[in-house]
């Protein structure tokens, strides 16, 4: 494997002031937001062009406000767990931080349960990505927006989840040997679950609320 | 800083590599199979151009009847042969030529760095691209063909379209994949990975230029993705992100719930299209300033605006999309909106250009051959440039609209633009990365032909698109106009088949030159960048001792030093 | 009426507005010409001044160009001229300028595009357009006249199109299945036709002849013959039509 040192994986950039992971991330996250942006704006767009009475509100197509809220407070406790979980290390508690993270993985797994039951819900009532809103005189597309926005952004979660767990089982080892270096690694994935939990408060208010 | 590692095995060394220069190759060697690929499928559609209706030769009695008619070519596959040439032109060919081959192999060297930041992600990136290659290649296979609704795949054509379609979409989205990651990797790697003294405005323009496209990269890309995605969505669950109400399809209702705007895939194509052109002309300018800059013997004329514009073509590149849209029926309010700023980033362009045109004045110019493909960009990218001024007014647009002026102006620009920028780097680096020089006579040739050939091909297409002959046409006979310019056609195909011809001096001396016995110069073109300041090929990890600059990049000629160039990694005495 | 000369540059210009449109096409083409020619020959002198030779040494550091800053002040001034002096208000002219259709005598049609034909739809005698939906579709009622709608009796669907000249006419564009585009390059007219969207356009033409309707944007497999024949005839041919396909519909029996 390479064996070449590369500069600034675990000291910060005199310039940027942060270490090559962390810039990285920052970016991925900039292409996410592009991403996720898309998907608002072509909702606003579909959504503001469509005729009186053709789109239903969240609570019209059937979505269940109580469970969002629920779901969105899972999230956001999960995001406070991360962050806890990154400074037990920093504080050199590995300890805290194994219950810190397994809590976090569990919470969002807990999300994804509950979004499983949504949308079996959904599917037991007949509805599914192609369906028309049944209280409508002309279709809209709601249903397909709500199922493939909430679908990517499920996706999304899930792969912080495998890191996560990853990070807790595996990647454990290099704590041991280099713990700046890994403690960089959980901030890197903390910043990522905390913009996917930030999506998801933009979410629930669009799709549920609105 | 490189130390010895242990012998990897072959697999590791040459197939799964994180080196970057290792994975250069590969894109380059990808690539470049993939545009001579590109290359074929628009060779056969120019025959049916040429000679409609009439059995392709030798081809033609060797593919299926799903294709051809007794040897003559169908209108499917002729819209498939469309849509996959623009597709594997631009995001198989060009886009990993110019930025994963060039911009891995040259990246780091040129600011003095070991490798990318991320070398394993860099190798995700390749394998991501083969990936999203392979489903593409592979869509030909499949019982109803390639995808052939173009290459900008308007909905709601392509969401009805047969299945290589999906696999068209699928590509995309591991293409698309390939392309972030490496922009990340590359964005990163040029703002921290620097050698000690190496400033911004030391960078070389080569490092500014694939900065700014790993941006455009970087932020244009995810609505496409979306798109994508919600493109997959229509086709395979029959939702109706793209699909209005009442839409019939062979006379049947079509079973989607309705609702949806084609004109959403448009935006949201286009939203990444437009900076995708830009990704394909940027690195380019970037080989040929540095080409410009080494056999003229002197600085850049205007660094800095060169590097202001590129900055400023950047941001302005995100506001122009609708300028392919005038004909959808937008308002006099948003196409105003798209015209100004449609005319205001063509500034930069200009400016770009126009810097490095002057460059030449009061230079001591040599003519090598990566000079002379360097040279011939200037003129041709002009006229592509200058033949989007009438596209991108809406009221000369209402005439030229998806004609083949269209087909003329962005092949200028990438063709004899790009594709000469691309041959000229190859000619220019080769001895970096083989040892060798590649053959002179030989290069001569294959650019004085390719030239000719270059412009016996698109300069007719301006007549055509003049004329008012549409484009994506299997048979533009049909129309009393196609009818009447067929004579430019014709030129058009012939050009097409000798200048794929012309590439044969290319290829032998591409692969000939390599066994040469007669080692290169290490600095052979006398230039002043980092990466002539290591061996060749590059030891793994690339300099011996981390490299420190003292100037910019293009010290030729200064006064009183003891030669023509101050390469930018040695202390000059004052 | 004669056959239309095509060649190689702009074809004929037999509509109100073309006018406007070729002098900026000719103008624009002009500048470019002269900028390709400048810089061109910039290039050429350079290359031949500066080449290298035994002796001739670079010159590291220019005279500032000051003629270069006025070359590029001058192409960014130049561009906002014709934009605002007349890109923008030829457009809006197209665009905006809709004539009314009982005050300015305009004849209106719809334009129904499908894969792989056009069909014009008139409104007879009653002036009145009939209802149209895409429920009704079939192959004997392409336009999709809802027939329990009187108004519809006696509309006129046919494939080739006609129209008088110098008159203006007012064309609602839409289209079944795909997105097609609505083009007449003699009328230097380019309209994509969107399914789902109703989009009007107007024109008028000021030369009688016949002429061809094209599909301008990918439409499948028959994109390249999806043409009609268009005729643009004097007021009293016109009519003369009219009323024959006022006949072929049998109404009065």
């Known amino acids: 494997m390479s064996e070449i040192v590369i500069p600034y994986r675990t000291e910060p950039h005199p310039l940027t002031g942060v270490t090559s992971g962390k810039l990285g991330i920052w970016l991925f996250l900039a292409s996410e937001v592009m991403l996720f942006g898309a998907l608002f704006s072509s909702y606003v767009l579909l959504r503001v062009g469509a005729a009186e009475g053709t789109w239903p509100t969240g609570v019209e197509a059937g979505l269940n406000v109580p469970i969002g809220t629920f779901n969105t407070l899972v999230l956001i406790t999960s995001s406070i767990t991360m962050v806890m979980s990154w400074a037990s290390l920093k504080m050199g508690n590995p300890g805290a931080f194994k219950r810190y993270m397994g809590a976090t993985i569990a919470l969002g797994m807990l999300f994804l349960v509950v979004k499983g039951f949504e949308y079996s819900g959904k599917f037991h009532h007949g509805i599914f990505p192609a369906t028309g809103w049944p209280g409508a005189s002309d279709p809209s597309t709601f249903y397909g927006f709500y199922f493939t926005i909430t679908g990517l952004h499920a996706l999304h979660v899930f792969l912080g989840i495998l890191v996560n767990i990853w990070l807790l089982v595996w990647g454990l080892a290099l704590y041991k040997t280099e713990p700046e270096r890994f403690a960089g690694r959980i901030e890197i994935s903390g910043l990522y679950w905390h913009f996917v939990d930030l999506v998801w408060i933009f979410l629930f208010p669009l799709l549920y609320l609105l | 800083m490189s130390e010895s590692h242990a012998k990897l095995g072959f697999l590791r060394s040459y197939v799964f590599s994180t080196d970057h220069k290792v994975i250069g190759i590969q894109y380059g060697i990808t690539a470049l199979l993939f545009l001579f690929f590109g290359l074929c499928l628009m060779m056969m559609m120019r025959w049916q151009l040429a000679y409609p209706g009439e059995a392709i030769p030798i081809i033609g009695g060797l593919l299926g009847e799903t294709l051809v008619d007794d040897g003559a070519m169908l209108p499917s596959f002729y819209n498939s042969l469309g849509a996959m040439h623009g597709t594997i032109m631009v995001f198989m060919g060009i886009v990993p030529l110019a930025v994963g081959a060039f911009g891995n192999y040259i990246v780091p060297l040129q600011i003095g760095a070991p490798d990318m930041a991320f070398p394993r992600l860099n190798m995700a990136s390749y394998q991501a691209f083969v990936i999203g290659g392979l489903v593409m290649l592979s869509s030909f296979f499949l019982p109803g063909g390639a995808a052939s609704s173009g290459w900008t795949s308007y909905a709601p054509l392509s969401v009805t379209a047969t299945t290589g379609q999906t696999f068209w979409l699928i590509g995309m989205i591991f293409l698309i994949a390939s392309s972030l990651l490496g922009a990340i990797n590359f964005i990163v790697t040029i703002i921290h990975l620097r050698a000690e003294g190496l400033t911004f405005f030391r960078l070389p323009f080569f490092i500014w230029s694939q900065l700014v496209t790993a941006f455009l990269l970087l932020l244009a890309f995810p609505p496409l993705q979306v798109a994508a995605i919600f493109q997959l969505m229509d086709r395979l669950a029959d939702t109706s992100f793209f699909m209005p109400t009442g839409l019939v399809s062979g006379g049947d209702p079509v079973a989607a719930v309705g609702g949806g705007s084609p004109l959403l895939w448009q935006h949201l194509f286009w939203f990444l299209a437009h900076p995708e052109v830009y990704v394909l002309i940027l690195p380019g300018m970037g080989i040929v300033a540095e080409v410009i800059a080494n056999n003229s013997r002197k600085p850049l004329w205007g660094y800095r605006p060169m590097v202001y514009s590129l900055l400023f073509l950047g941001f302005m590149s995100f506001c122009v999309w609708a300028h392919h849209m005038y004909m959808t029926g937008m308002g006099t309010t948003m196409s105003t909106f798209f015209q100004i700023t449609t005319m205001i980033i063509s500034i930069p362009s200009v400016i770009i250009l126009t810097c490095l045109v002057i460059s030449l004045w009061g230079a001591s110019i040599r003519f090598p051959v990566p000079m002379l493909f360097a040279l011939a960009f200037l003129p041709m990218f002009g006229i592509g440039g200058l033949t989007g001024l009438p596209l991108g007014l809406a009221a000369p647009d209402a005439h030229f609209h998806d004609t083949y002026y269209v087909i003329g102006h962005f092949h200028y620009v990438v063709a004899p633009g790009t594709i000469f920028a691309m041959f000229a780097g190859i000619y220019h680096w080769y001895p970096k990365v083989t040892g060798r020089q590649m053959n002179v006579p030989l290069g001569k040739l294959h650019f004085w032909l390719s030239f000719v050939f270059m412009n016996g091909i698109f300069m007719p297409m301006m007549f055509e698109g003049m004329a008012g002959v549409s484009r994506r046409l299997f048979d533009p006979t049909v129309y009393e106009i196609g009818a009447a310019v067929h004579g430019l056609t014709t030129m058009s195909s012939w050009s097409a088949w000798l200048l794929a011809l012309s590439q044969i001096p290319f290829i032998i001396n591409f692969f000939m030159s390599m066994r040469k016995k007669e080692r290169a110069e290490e600095n052979p073109w006398q230039a002043t960048t980092l990466e002539w300041a290591t061996s060749t090929p590059p030891p793994h990890g690339n300099f011996v001792e981390p490299p420190v600059v003292y100037s910019g990049p293009y010290e030729y000629s200064v006064p009183g030093a003891s030669s023509d160039f101050s390469p930018q990694f040695i202390k000059q005495e004052s | ?253």
């Open chain 3, 1 to 253: 009426m004669n056959d239309p000369q095509y060649g190689w540059w702009l074809p004929p210009d037999v509509s109100v507005h073309g006018a406007d449109i070729d002098f900026m096409i000719n103008a624009i083409h002009w500048f470019m010409l002269a900028l390709f020619i400048f810089w061109g020959g910039f290039i050429v002198y350079c290359l031949i001044r500066f080449r290298a030779r035994p002796g001739h040494v670079a010159i590291y550091r220019d005279i500032e160009a000051k003629w270069n800053r006025w070359l590029e002040i001058g192409v960014a001034v130049a561009e906002t001229v014709v934009l605002v002096v007349f890109a923008m208000p030829v457009w809006a002219k197209i665009k905006d300028d809709l004539p009314l259709a009982p005050e300015q005598d305009a004849m209106v049609v719809r334009v129904v595009a499908e894969q792989f034909k056009w069909l014009f739809h008139y409104p007879g005698r009653d002036g009145t357009f009939g209802k149209t939906g895409p429920e009704f579709y079939a192959d004997d009622n392409p336009a999709g006249l809802d027939f329990d709608d009187e108004a519809g009796w006696d509309d006129i669907t046919v494939r080739g199109f006609h129209f008088p000249v110098d008159r203006p006419v007012i064309a609602r564009l839409t289209a079944k299945d795909v997105i097609h585009s609505f083009k007449i390059p003699v009328m230097r007219i380019t309209q994509d036709v969107v399914p789902g969207m109703e989009i009007t356009i107007w024109f008028q033409a000021k030369e009688t002849g016949r002429f061809q309707v094209g599909c301008a944007q990918l439409c499948g497999l028959g994109h390249y013959e999806m043409k009609a024949n268009l005729v643009i005839e004097s007021k009293e041919d016109f009519q003369k039509w009219l009323d024959e396909e006022h006949e072929a519909l049998g109404l009065d029996e």
